[in-house]
């Protein structure tokens, strides 16, 4: 089982600054097979990027996504009051796993 | 407009079994692998299943092996995951979530608003 590993567990940020998440794979994923997903409370997550860098449909530039073999980083670049929600990676290299969830809260 | 809408969650007795539906709309769900995905709560994402286009393959995350079966019904637009021998670490909100298919890879591009099972005595 690949293992992904998303740090920070929080993320205490204010609107209009930048926010960096960093996920981890336990073994190498080919970065055609990353994703990221944002999950607010009382709802279903939403793809945000696949493919490391993709941004899914209507997805805002503000998100942009990075990173190859083990280490990928999901980038807000300044952040608006909808963001702040629960972001996990995923990889569907081998089955599929995700994270255990950056939570990026108002600060 | 795609639609995924679960159904048949509930509380269940440990050891029990349920039968979770999830009724698709707005696509062409033959042609989509389709997955089950679930939440303790407060927790975070878990996979559990997905079931190819046709029914042919199927897989499953190994703490639901052997306990729990994904199916699909083409002619009737659903997928089911049927569940026994149900245990209080199943407890979740299951999401039932298409999968699409961009190059190798299949992330999940919509998902349902979810089930909530609860197992408890």
Known sequence: EIVMTQSPATLSLSPGERATLSCRASQSVSSNYLSWYQQKPGQAPRLLIYGASTRATGIPARFSGSGSGTDFTLTIS?????????????????????????????? | EVQLVESGGGLVQPGGSLRLSCAASGFTFRTYWMSWVRQAPGKGLEWVANIKEDGSDKYYVDSVKGRFTIS??????????????????????????R????????PFDYWGQGTLLTVSS
Do not use: H, W
């Open chain 2, 99 to 106: 999968e699409i298919k961009l190059g190798a890879a299949r």
């Open chain 1, 78 to 107: 300044s952040l608006q009051p909808e963001d702040f929600a629960v972001y996990y990676c995923q990889q569907d290299y081998n089955f599929r796993t995700f994270g255990q969830g950056t939570k990026v809260e108002i600060k």
């Open chain 2, 72 to 97: 699909r019904d083409n002619a009737k637009n659903s997928l089911y995951l049927l569940m026994n021998s149900l245990r209080a670490e199943d407890t979740a909100v299951y999401y039932c979530a």
